[in-house]
């Protein structure tokens, strides 16, 4: 059964209850005012947790890269290689 959140404005207390979704919203509040009382929408979240979830299962592709390794060869600066002499064909 969902838990609803409910707010009174005439005391500002906010309140839990377990209600059927078919059930109808409240009307009354614990303080015993009428007619002051409404709902709370609240944000969702879906959490996979457990031994059958792993993370990088639902990591967004766009994320950041991996780190390179400082002493990897792909991580060295490439120095620029000396351009061969130009040959010109002799006529």
């Known amino acids: 059964m969902p838990t609803y959140v409910y707010e ?19 009307d009354t509040c614990q303080c015993g005012s ?14 996979f947790k457990g031994s059958g979830f792993h993370i990088n299962d639902y990591a967004s592709k766009g994320g950041p890269a991996p780190k390179a390794d400082s002493e990897s060869p792909a991580a060295a600066p490439i120095e620029p290689t000396p351009a061969a002499p130009s040959v010109t064909p002799a006529e």
């Open 8 to 26: 009174c404005s005439s005391c500002n207390t906010q309140f839990e209850v377990q209600q059927r979704i078919t059930e109808n919203a409240l």
């Open 34 to 47: 009428s007619g002051t009382v409404k709902r709370i929408i609240q944000p969702i979240a879906v959490m």
